[in-house]
């Protein structure tokens, strides 16, 4: 049995107007989170509500092609509207027919963060637990990794643990403030600091249930919880001056502490599924967009899309010189990531630089297979590239450098290998808009193409969180997204968004429904 007791912060914030409402839940929750049992029941179910959050199709889907990772022009999942150009606002508003797509992260991670502190909350109450460290470590990796998420998505939110108590909040006495989201990274920072230390002071495993397939030691969990730190680190920055500021050589000892091997969970196609594994294998539903994959053009066909004015823009097929993209299906994930296939089946009239003639199979067998397969949760192969760049920007060792990227660079791509001649560069280099700068010339540009393509689907969010510390989403695009309407009318505030030049919002019609994980059954029709 899963117990998850998230009220949406909207609902107990009311409480700051003094509204004089019985707390219904409280009693009922001491009730049932009274054993060791029920406590690690709502701790092992906590990665499941941050899964369902963050990696099924909202906001995966929209991110990436907000990226220009993939690309597509259906209006599924908001994708029609945060991709097409010019880039126009996200559109807050209560009755918005894609609201899921800031809806499901907001309420699904504040979902994964109240079942964390139920459980830490039943511990410091004095429930006795055999294997008390396992519990703790996990729960406030959870709560790393939620809030480590929406500092990441969102330009701000309300910090809550298991010290914060929400009746006090419900009846006034306690009052919450949304934090902007540097607050929210730092709060989300100490709680994976945390999780780290216990996993390192003490020795337990953590069953294959609680990350599906997925079997943990103390150790494997510390090392998940500095490469988190590394990855929200960086991902965090809004702007590439941001990301030049960032710790760089803290993200470096991160690293040197992290992951030394790949960790899948086990997709089983009803409650754990990854939407931009499934969809995004689908030459139907989503390409390849130029804008990842041109550099390995060749030809002058990327650079000329490039000139061309954007509605004139249409697909066409590169020469490749990097062997990941082929001819031939791979349906097994080897070295072939991208596949030339047929016309796209995109709306002609939406715009045709929506169109490419690739698409993504690396993962192919996870849409064959019906959402079952290995969905990867963290790799070294992106540690690996996220130290290259660390080194580029702390004056590290070039030679070091060119041998990150030729691990993969040459094994995969079949290209020549970089080495420290080519010259550092800049971090403008590579730049997938740039066509004076697209060439793979120096490290940093050679480092970004290995980035994209072996990081291409890698994980929610990860190129559109990217790609915007590099500076390179299309002018427009939301470089954060605003917290939900519902959540902003409940508590009487202005409603407002990111994004374009449209500030305004349609008024609210009727209340959202907090998210609720759903399995992947049937098919999802295009709109």
Not at 196 to 218: D, K, M, S, V
Not at 318 to 328: E, F, K, N, V, Y
Request: net charge neutral; proline share 5%; charged share 20%.
């Amino acid at each position: 049995m899963r117990y998850a007791w998230l009220l949406p912060i909207a609902a107990f914030a009311v409480g700051c107007m003094n509204l004089e409402v019985p707390n219904e839940n409280q009693p009922d929750r001491t009730r049932v989170l009274a054993t060791p049992q029920d406590i690690e029941a709502v701790i092992g179910g906590s990665f499941l509500d941050w899964w369902s959050a963050t990696q099924k199709y909202e906001p995966s889907m929209t991110l990436s092609t907000m990226a220009d990772e993939m690309t597509s022009s259906w209006g599924n999942f908001g994708m029609q509207d945060l991709s097409s150009e010019p880039r126009a606002a996200y559109r807050n508003s209560t009755t918005y027919t894609y609201r899921a797509f800031v809806n499901t992260p907001w309420y699904g991670a504040y979902r994964a963060i109240s079942s964390a502190n139920d459980g830490l909350g039943a511990i410091a109450r004095g429930v006795k637990l055999d294997q008390e460290a396992r519990a703790k470590a996990f729960a406030k990796f959870v709560q790393g990794i939620a809030y480590g998420w929406l500092a990441c998505m969102f330009d701000k939110a309300f910090l809550v643990d298991e010290t914060v108590n929400l009746e006090d909040v419900a009846l006034g006495k306690v009052k919450l403030e949304f934090q902007p989201y540097k607050e929210v990274w730092a709060f989300a920072r100490t709680k994976l600091l945390e999780a780290a230390q216990i996993a390192e002071q003490n020795t337990f495993t953590i069953p294959n249930t609680w990350i599906n397939g997925l079997e943990l030691t103390n150790r494997d969990l510390a090392a998940l919880c500095y490469s988190f730190l590394a990855r929200y680190e960086a991902a965090v920055a809004r702007s590439p001056q941001e990301r030049a500021q960032v710790n760089w050589n803290q993200i470096l000892q991160w690293i040197s502490k992290g992951v030394t091997k790949d960790y899948f969970a086990q997709g089983d196609g009803n409650l754990w599924w990854a939407g931009y594994l499934y969809l995004g294998q689908d030459a139907t539903w989503t390409r390849a967009d130029y804008k990842t994959i041109g550099i390995a053009d060749q030809s002058n066909g990327y650079i000329n899309w490039l000139n061309t004015p954007l509605l004139n823009r249409t697909e066409f097929v590169m020469q490749p010189d990097d062997q990941r993209i082929g001819t031939t299906l791979n349906a097994t994930g080897g070295k072939i990531y991208f596949t030339l296939t047929g016309s796209s089946s995109f709306r002609a009239e939406r715009g045709t630089y929506h169109f490419s003639r690739y698409y993504h199979t690396r993962f192919r067998y996870f849409r064959t297979g019906g959402a079952t397969g290995p969905m990867p949760l963290m790799t070294v192969r992106e540690m690996r590239l996220l130290r290259a760049e660390a080194l580029l920007r702390t004056n590290g060792d070039l030679n070091e450098v060119a041998s990150i990227i030729n691990e993969t660079r040459v094994t995969n791509g079949g290209l020549p290998p970089a080495s420290a001649s080519d010259g550092r560069g800049t971090p403008q280099d590579g730049n997938a808009h740039n066509p004076a700068r697209v060439r793979d010339q120096t490290l940093w540009a050679k480092l970004k193409r290995e980035w994209l393509f072996e990081n291409f689907n890698i994980t929610s969010g990860l190129a559109y969180f990217t790609r915007r510390g590099w500076g390179e989403l299309v002018s427009g695009t939301p470089l954060h997204l605003p917290v939900p309407a519902n959540e902003l009318e409940t508590l009487r505030l202005e409603v407002y968004t990111h994004g374009g030049n449209i500030g305004d919002v349609a008024p609210r019609v009727q209340a959202n429904v907090p998210f609720t994980p759903k399995p992947i059954t049937g098919q999802v029709a295009f709109e």
